[in-house]
């Protein structure tokens, strides 16, 4: 006996095979105890579905996919940076924004100075909007508080707006994501309280699943990265690494020298940098936002990944300052304009491989025995998620655990 | 007296000025008879509001714009490109594609198969999309029709379509879209049909305010287009012109030579185009929506539209083959980060320089005399209209002749 049972429904389970999305028409799945326990073509169903199920729901012929994962956000932050966005378009350079407080310290100023509300508050609506678009997943950063107590701020702050929004949060630890102006001067004592203050505390308060570091000319170089990764590693966490977004830095080597689950952005990593990834299993998050917004001149090498065997993720990389992306299809949408991606690598880069960017195997798949968390979509093919540009969203229902949540 | 008074709001007028956005703090407008009676600082206002105006509304402390504007949309049409665009990922050539029935003319089919009840709702669903992000007015272009009864058929669902979504909309008959195949063989024997029978029918009934023709190697060349705008301009309707969007067929010059209100796309107009588009206050409209879709190669020249005071208006060109853009919002951001316009100049492309697309004079800004259609948003400053990428519309209210509709 199921405790429910969808109907009327095609499946885009994203399932490796021969049919593209891996998909099964007139399809059923099947739910208990928040897992998926049946899944396949509804003339297959070993029964009558009021028979087999305590609730039957119909999708209405629409089509169901795994719920949304949106595997790299910023989420959580004080203020914005419109009028940045809007000063940088003037012709106002980067150097002359940094000398009046702009870029990504003017934010840590704001989100120190937010209350754990505003933050929560702020985050909370900022997920709703994900959610809109069928995500039941999120991975938020902390990397604007940039002190123990702050960083715990942030990182409670997203723990608190995620039932808010009906999606479950999964919090990563991002201390270097820059060295506040504090310790300016002062690096290795920074990368000491990163590595042996921020993330136990982080750890001990059950914050956190990930670590993620900003490795690049301007942020941190690997001798930095290492202590903080190592310590990570040695308490069981994933690793995450911005990467090779500015210059090539040979971050695609260094993830998968370190095993970790992704690197991300990747616009300069070089073929050799994408083997390595391909070999030791490292997800490419890529994160087309950030691309458009920087008005970046160089695309992260897709080819490569394909030829390597790399997974592609898709994520909207949502922050204030290179960017403000609160809509995951329209990520999915940018992925295939500006990079070239199919509807189908798009979809399968917010699902299947967004799970394994996040270092998570219990989901990202319609597939017996993954959780049940599920979008259902009022549209006539997949490809309808990675093609509209902005209005209203296809979804018609999100289900996470196996219980339908407010869309 | 006052019909009704809006207080505690900003003002972004945009009335050319020193100010940007030509802004007044601490604003007011008043609504008579669904016009603009009197704008200005609140503080100088000729008494207190509940004295003067039998309705007071408050903005909340955010901003007050003039209602935005959609100046170049095709919404309504039949189906949906979403496997095109995702084939045309895959690889599959146009000319392909052309051959297994796709392009344009799938929607001329899909179109012509459509009830006018369909064809009904589904613009009013798009536009309801656009109301969200404070739109009052949009241009609803035929041209997937392309026989008297089909063309007719597209503008009477797009009358329709208007009042369901709250907003005004203004037809225009691009007979000179495409050669239907039945006309294969026959161009002349279209072209007569368009400007003879078509035109006369739609403007007969009312449908109409502008024409419009797809000037390009692919489409119509300029002596084809002569005859149904010489037909139209003697009928008093504006003109608009597809133009330059493949190559420079020398289109800029073509729509000042004819005293069109707007020129449309431009990615390739020369410079010489642009200098003759500023001489004759031709509006050049920025499609970035189609520009991103394409994977297109060039820029339209914005640097050149400054130079010889062009007005740059921006608009979706919602279809479903180039542009499925369903929000212009998010045209705004596009053409600040894929074509370098500043959220001011974007703000403008759809307020001021809209109105100026479509030969309207009535609306566009905030000033006594002008229509009452306002736009409401909580936002601490204008850029936000152009910063954010997708997520819940910041919109608090829209007014129409100054009357609200829902947001």
Known sequence: MFDS????????????????????????????????????????????PGALARQVHSAEGGWITPGLIDCHTHAVFGGNRAQEFEARLRGISYAELARQGGGILSTVRATRAASREELTRGAAFRLQDLATDGVTTVEVKSGYGLTVADELRMLRAAREAGPMAGVEVKGTLLALHAVPPEFSGRRDAYLDLAANEMLPAALGEGLITAVDAFLEGIAFA???????????????????????????????????????????????TSDDGARAMGRAGVTAVLLPGAYLVLGAERRPPVASFRNHGVDMAVATDLNPGSSPVRSLRLAMNLACTLFGLTPEEALCGVTRHAASAMGLSDRGQLREGLRADLAIWGVDHPSELSYWLGGASPLLARVKAGVPVHA
């Open 222 to 268: 690997p001798r930095e990265v290492e202590p903080f990764f190592r310590r990570a590693r040695d308490a069981g966490l994933v690793l995450r690494l911005h990467a090779d977004q500015l210059e090539d830095g040979d971050g695609g080597r260094y993830a998968a020298e370190w095993g970790a689950a992704s690197a991300d952005h990747l616009e300069y």
């Open 5 to 48: 049972l969808w109907v009327d429904a095609h499946l885009a389970t994203m399932i490796p095979g021969p049919e593209p999305y891996g998909s099964i028409r007139d399809g059923a799945v099947g739910i208990r105890g928040g897992h998926i326990a049946w899944i396949g073509r509804r003339a297959d169903l070993p029964g009558t």
